[in-house]
């Protein structure tokens, strides 16, 4: 069966809500067990064990970090995930600055509606400004 615009709206809901929630492996579940994240063009991540290692490293530096779904589109099986990202840059040696950045991410999704290939993008420069001073 098709993928329908509802079914990805309601999943990426679910999806920033497993962010929210600062359960890496929640965050992982939402990929098939060899599905893949790549961040800005760097390396991918591979496999749902590694992908929670990335959500971790985010909530390590942002404890209090909260993902909102800002839209959602969607052509066949492919979707784009738009978010915005907000938390206080308060972990281990953080700068105790609020960061709030805006991105995406491609999704390639499997029938059952699972990622199984995430490109995901953001302004890393201004990402970076906003450790060091904030939003």
């Known amino acids: 069966m098709p993928l329908t615009l509802d079914a990805v709206r309601t999943m990426a809901e679910s999806y920033a809500g497993a962010w929210s929630s600062h359960d890496p492996v929640a965050v992982a579940s939402f990929y098939e067990e060899g599905g893949r994240i790549t961040i800005n063009h760097g390396e991918p991540t591979i496999g749902r064990a590694a992908i929670a290692e990335v959500a971790q490293?985010?909530?390590?530096?942002?404890?209090?970090?909260?993902?909102?779904?800002?839209?959602?589109?969607?052509?066949?099986?492919?979707?784009?995930?738009?978010?915005t990202l907000e938390g206080i840059n308060s972990g281990s040696g953080g700068t105790g600055n609020r960061v709030r950045v805006s991105g995406w991410e491609a999704w390639r999704l499997s029938e059952d509606c699972r990622v199984a290939q995430s490109m995901g993008y953001f302004d890393a420069v201004e990402y970076a400004r906003q450790i060091e001073e904030g939003v």
């Open 57 to 83: 490293s985010f909530y390590d530096a942002f404890p209090d970090l909260v993902v909102y779904l800002d839209d959602i589109r969607l052509a066949g099986n492919d979707a784009v995930f738009l978010w």
